[in-house]
């Protein structure tokens, strides 16, 4: 299916009022305690059905937390290197639709949660050959399919440049990473040629397939992905550069696909227990984002059984009510408020 090229369609802005961060000074003092309370967590294994993850330090343990006023707290290992890995996609479609518009995406990627898992055949099967959402592997190869560019290397660069705007840094390529995801990424491979016999690639599926490998072998911290989702939660603005690198409604739209398949079959039940939009990474990164406010990175390498980081899952949990960043969460108007 190849889409037509047209200029994106964006929704007017909208005025909002999502409230404030605390001071940094309690910003600091909640991070800090979160990291004392879960460094010493034992649980976990570090993941190795990619061989070059499988040497990562247990230990390792980071949170940076960026406002959307600049300011980045961050403790321990936050700015230790790791590929971005799962957590890429949801940039990677923020800069789809800034190139292609809302409904072009939408109807194209999908939206819905899948109720399976992030690398499931059967979930193309159950919907014609359509992905579900940008969020699973299918989406995101049909996803990283829509980059702009009239070769491959050209959109490397497109997707590369793209998420070093979003971090207000260059990113550099973990080659151990990409050449060890490429020789096990059977998988994805089958599936990028899946979508293709169905019409629902955009490119090449064997050209898509590299690009997407390389796409989560691009090397981040935990204070980059703070700042990376700081600027979905700043109406598109990266908060420390200044930069407008997407229009205020694709953020908007990037955080609606995160709250509802960001934590893949489980995502209910991040919302339900944390109640940010999020994105986990099979590195051990968790990326939490309050729009309006900013976002929190927590990293470290040992995952729980569904494929999260137990550090960085505890300590987004610790971290989100004392700071006010559950979008969900509310206190009883006051008759004072009303006047």
């Not at 229009?247 to 039940?269: F, I, K, Q, W």
């Not at 990293?299 to 004392?322: F, I, K, N, Q, Y």
Request: aromatic share 6%.
């Amino acid at each position: 299916m190849t889409l037509l090229a047209t200029p994106p369609l964006h929704a007017p802005p909208t005025p909002v009022s999502t409230g404030h961060l605390p001071d940094h000074g309690t910003v600091a003092a909640v991070l800090a305690d979160a990291y004392q309370r879960h460094v010493d967590t034992t649980a976990g294994t570090v993941a190795d059905y990619i061989p070059a993850l499988a040497t990562a330090d247990p230990d390792a343990f980071g949170l940076a937390l960026a406002g959307v006023d600049g300011h980045v707290t961050a403790v321990g290992h936050a700015y230790e290197t790791f590929s971005i890995q799962s957590v890429s996609k949801a940039f990677v479609y923020a800069l789809a639709c800034e190139t292609h518009g809302h409904r072009a995406v939408r109807d194209l990627i999908g939206v819905n949660a899948t109720g399976l898992g992030f690398s499931s055949v059967m979930a193309i099967e159950l919907h014609d050959g359509h992905p579900m959402n940008p969020l699973v592997n299918a989406g995101a190869l049909a996803t990283t399919a829509l980059m702009p560019g009239a070769s491959p290397v050209a959109r490397w660069l497109a997707l590369q440049n793209g998420l070093a705007a979003f971090a207000g840094r260059p990113l550099a390529l973990d080659i151990d990473v990409y050449e060890s995801e490429a020789a096990t990424n059977q998988r994805n491979r089958a599936l990028a040629h899946l979508l293709a016999s169905y019409g629902h690639l955009d490119a090449d599926p064997e050209e898509t397939l590299d690009l997407y490998t390389k796409q989560c072998s691009i090397l981040v911290t935990a204070r980059d992905l703070a700042v990376m989702g700081a600027t979905l939660a700043d109406g598109g603005v990266n908060p420390v550069t200044g930069q407008q690198v997407v229009h205020p409604a694709v953020a908007r739209d990037t955080l609606a696909v995160l709250a509802s398949a960001g934590m893949y079959e489980h995502s209910g039940e991040w919302l339900f227990e944390i109640g940010l939009p999020a994105k986990s990474g099979v590195s051990g990164a968790v990326l939490s984002v309050a729009p309006g406010k900013g976002a929190l990175a927590a990293w470290s390498p040992p995952l729980d059984h569904v494929g999260t980081s137990v550090r960085a899952r505890r300590a987004t949990e610790h971290v989100t009510r004392p700071l006010g960043l559950d979008i969900f969460a509310s206190a009883p108007c006051t008759p004072e408020a009303h006047r």
